[in-house]
């Protein structure tokens, strides 16, 4: 039988082309079978199915069995020779050939994207600063009032006090846009917190000193990136009439307080789990902003290309996330749908990072041979069910699904990475006192 012929193309450092010539005896063997199946199946008056003439099946499938005949020999040939060179492709291959032509030579090509190929730099004797965030009385009254914040209640504004930051507000307002009342601009019984940020930029503002029952007159200029185009960067003036002002009320924080709790006995038991919790968190923290000063100097001693398919996917996992988050906040499915699509572009940069990092990080990981060892995975499950207090088993078979496997293996085997240049790394540690120190 003839010699297949293959030639690999570097069409970028991240795309690669693989052309063959494939002799007609080759092609001519899966030919013959894939009429031998079309004859088969195959009903045409007259004959026997099995028994019909190859001359009469081309009269009839011609065009469907030289089809199949190339979808067959592309696949083989192609994934075969990805396996024999060790080549990753990322994307779907861009298939370019001619159709056969009977006695002649059958050749198409196949363009797809590759990972870069580079050796990591800089990843040893890192010169480094690991900030250590010491827990404050400022943070433990932080946390506690967010506890009492779960637990206030809303009364009613009394003395006919005008509204002031903090307050809820049951308002009607229509907005006049261009001399036209606009009915998505016009809202009856509407809640909102003044301060919250979750209205139009300068409204909730101006909703301060405002009294129940009269009628004021706000205006605010819509963000230039508001998601309905036609307000972006405009003025619009509301007729605002506040119908009922609500304060919260914060329950004291006593041995009442813990009868919300089942878990605590006293007031202290409350006090130590919140300082351990904000303790984990200070831990957490340091340990973030280490890893990203390391992946920033790492993209900095590494230059290379991403591959766009890479970011691409990046980008829709971003996406995703922002309409599950814009959703979860109560926004309509669709419209929330339509905006993160509009975010497309804005997350570009972010994803470059990400992407760039992922493959630092394997390539190091290859590299210096840190790979998973058997039990590590169980190991890391058990330790995880007994921080957040759930059951093995139960924990376990949430890691059966092959996407949350692949999402841990790619964590510990990150974490191993990390674990190996901290300690070739020559770091200064920097205390700073509380959770909200700057951090550089």
Do not use: C
């Not at 089809?67 to 040939?77: D, S, Y």
């Not at 809202?187 to 009269?214: H, R, T, V, W, Y």
């Amino acid at each position: 039988m003839s010699q297949v012929a293959m030639n690999i193309e570097e069409l970028s450092s991240v795309k690669k082309k693989l052309s063959f010539e494939i002799p007609w005896d080759e092609v001519k063997n899966e030919l013959d079978t894939v009429y031998r199946d079309i004859g088969k199946k195959a009903k045409i008056k007259g004959f026997r199915p099995g028994k019909i003439p190859r001359k009469v099946l081309e009269t009839y499938f011609k065009e469907k069995a030289e089809n199949e005949t190339i979808n067959n020999i592309v696949n083989k040939f192609y994934w075969q020779a990805l396996e024999e060179k060790r080549i990753v492709a990322l994307s779907r291959p861009d298939i370019n050939q001619e159709g056969l032509k009977e006695n002649s030579v059958f050749s198409f090509s196949a363009s797809f994207e590759t990972e870069p190929e580079f050796e990591p730099q800089g990843y040893k004797g890192m010169e480094l600063e690991k900030e250590i965030f010491k827990v404050t009385k400022n943070d433990m009254d932080k946390r506690i009032n967010e506890l009492k914040q779960m637990f206030a209640t809303m009364e009613e504004a009394k003395d006919d006090r005008p509204a002031v930051k903090g307050d809820f507000v049951v308002m009607d307002f229509t907005g006049n846009f261009n001399g036209e009342l606009l009915p998505e601009l016009k809202a009856d019984n509407f809640f909102l917190e003044i301060g919250s940020q979750g209205f139009i930029p300068g409204f909730e503002e101006q909703l301060i000193g405002m009294k129940k029952g009269k009628e004021n007159v706000i205006k605010v200029v819509f963000p230039n990136d508001y998601h309905e185009n036609k307000f972006a960067d405009k003025e619009v003036t509301f007729n605002v009439t506040i119908k009922n002002i609500r304060e919260k009320k914060l329950p004291e924080f006593d041995e009442n307080f813990i009868k919300n709790f089942d878990k605590y006995d006293t007031l202290e038991d409350l006090k130590n789990d919140v300082r351990q919790s904000l303790e984990e968190e200070s831990q957490r923290l340091s340990e973030m902003n280490l890893h990203n000063k390391i992946t920033e100097i790492l993209r900095k001693e590494n230059e290379f290309e991403a591959p766009p398919s890479l970011i691409e996917r990046q980008i829709f996992y971003m996406m995703v996330d922002a309409q599950k988050r814009m959703t979860s906040a109560g926004m309509d499915e669709r419209k929330a749908m339509e905006l993160s699509f509009k975010m497309h572009d804005k997350f570009k940069d972010e994803a470059v990072k990400t992407v760039k990092t992922f493959l630092l990080i394997k390539k190091i990981a290859q590299k210096e041979s840190l790979a998973l060892e058997e039990g590590d995975i169980e190991k890391h499950i058990q330790e995880l069910a007994v921080k957040y207090g759930k059951d093995h088993e139960l924990l376990k078979k949430t890691y059966e699904n092959q996407e949350n496997r692949n999402n841990i293996e790619v964590e510990l085997v990150q974490k191993k990475v990390f674990d190996f240049i901290e300690q070739s790394a020559n770091i200064k540690v920097i205390e700073k006192k509380g959770l909200d120190a700057e951090v550089k």
